[in-house]
């Protein structure tokens, strides 16, 4: 008998071989089931199972047989004793305290924090309670959280006011430098009047002669293709075409040609009569839009040639005032930035102001006088100034007008004394010094 069969499947398998098997012909249903059961009973009793066969019922009995063994076993079976551990250092003597002060000083801590407590405190044997602890982050935010005791605080309201109070003497130092601010422009509005009253502004005002009045009106009303070059500036290389003159007629937008050429007339004027004109460098229509609209915004590197001393003969820290033409799409406006008085002002003929003008040109100014004079200047320390008391036009098409007009009297040195009713006869002016190619 094979070992690995149970015995009463070996006395099974003796009987049916005592049986006298069925004969080859009967084929009947319970003869093939009884068959195939005994072939499978035979097949599986008559080998030991193989070591990698695991069924669900060996899986169930292996698990009962782990799980009574482990119930067998005393509950303080994985205990660790000290006192057994330690009296096998001592050759089987056990210390009173079973160990706990050897295991105490092994340990890299204060006395403080180990502590041996006893059956008095406890009820039960010796334990060494380690009292060290073990997160300092986490001792630190349980001492914050610890409930404080409570103070008396002033009200939220009241350092809220107490606050705010500390700018009062602020607010007050800005309330006497507006007035003293204030008080200074008067008296130099006052003094400009007087000086107005004195000056003879006659030269201003002169009437055109019959000529020259005739002259303006056949370019005005002259025949002929309308790209024909009434004037021909050589020095600049300006020209000025019929089609391009007639924006000096009334009711007309002034264009680039027409103002430069002008600029340029007035340019030559303070070289024939530097006594009589302040020294000024006028920058022409195109000027600050190459310096302000460059591909990264502020481009000084673009305009950085057009101000050399070989081309201009002077330095720009040697004039008086700086003329820039501001266009602001279908409008015209003049930024000046005076060199003696340290200042920008923004002239805009409808009562307009940008900001961002004048940071632009202190930017400039400062980059140009350090490149060409090798000079450090600090325009952070030059004043804004603010021109509230400017002629200003009545209309949508004489602002080109009003700036010229500005920048012609503040190269004398004079005040804006005109408005807008002085605006047709500055157009024939204009258009017969252009004519001439010399400015008065």
């Known amino acids: 008998m094979n070992p690995a069969t149970p015995p009463q499947f070996a006395e099974h398998r003796k009987r049916r071989r005592d049986a006298s098997p069925l004969p080859h012909h009967f084929h009947g249903p319970q003869s093939h089931s009884h068959l195939r059961q005994e072939s499978r009973k035979r097949r599986l009793y008559s080998s030991p199972l193989p070591r990698h066969f695991h069924s669900p019922q060996s899986h169930s009995r292996l698990s009962q047989r782990v799980r009574r063994f482990f119930q067998r076993l005393p509950d303080n079976f994985f205990a660790f004793d000290m006192g057994n551990w330690i009296s096998g250092l001592f050759g089987g003597r056990r210390p009173k305290d079973d160990g706990l002060g050897l295991y105490k000083g092994m340990c890299d801590a204060p006395s403080r924090d180990l502590t041996v407590v006893t059956d008095e405190e ?58 003293l601010e204030e008080e200074r422009l008067a008296e130099i509005r006052k003094s400009n009047r007087g000086k107005a009253a004195k000056e003879d502004l006659s030269e201003l005002y002169k009437r055109l002669t019959v000529e020259e009045e005739n002259e303006v009106r056949e370019c005005f009303n002259a025949r002929g293709p309308s790209s024909k070059v009434l004037v021909l500036h050589e020095s600049s290389n300006i020209e000025v ?18 103002i430069n050429l002008y600029l340029e007339l007035l340019k030559e004027r303070e070289k024939r009569e530097p006594k009589r004109f302040l020294k000024c460098h006028f920058f022409n229509t195109f000027f600050y839009k190459k310096l302000a609209c460059g591909k990264n915004g502020y481009d000084y590197k673009s305009v ?20 820039v033409p501001v266009h602001k799409d279908v409008h015209w406006c003049l930024a000046i930035i005076n060199m003696k008085e340290n200042t920008f002002q923004y002239l805009d003929s409808l009562g307009g102001m940008d900001h961002n003008v004048p940071r632009i040109l202190a930017r400039y100014i400062a980059e140009e006088v350090k490149d060409k004079s090798n000079r450090i200047i600090d325009t952070s320390l030059w004043r804004e100034e603010i021109v509230d008391d400017i002629p200003l036009q009545q209309n949508g098409w004489d602002c080109g007008m009003f700036m010229l007009k500005y920048i012609d009297f503040h190269s004398r040195g004079l005040e804006l004394s005109f408005s807008q009713e002085n605006m047709k006869y500055f157009r024939m002016r204009t258009a017969k010094e252009i004519l001439k190619l010399r400015a008065d």
């Not at 350092?159 to 800005?174: C, G, S, T, V």
């Not at 075409?241 to 027409?258: A, H, I, T």
């Not at 950085?304 to 003329?323: H, P, Q, S």
């Open 241 to 258: 075409s019929k089609e391009k003159f007639q924006c000096l007629r009334p009711g007309c937008w002034l264009n680039d040609e027409v």
């Open 304 to 323: 950085k040639r057009w101000t050399t001393c070989k081309k201009l003969g002077y330095e720009l820290i040697e004039c008086d005032k700086i003329f």
């Open 122 to 179: 406890t009820g039960m044997g010796p334990l060494l309670v380690d009292r060290r602890p073990k997160d300092w982050s986490m001792k630190a935010a349980l001492d914050a959280a610890k409930p404080q005791q409570w103070q008396k605080s002033e009200p939220h309201y009241k350092k809220a006011l107490e606050h705010a109070r500390r700018n009062d003497n602020r607010f007050e130092e800005r309330r006497i430098k507006i007035r």
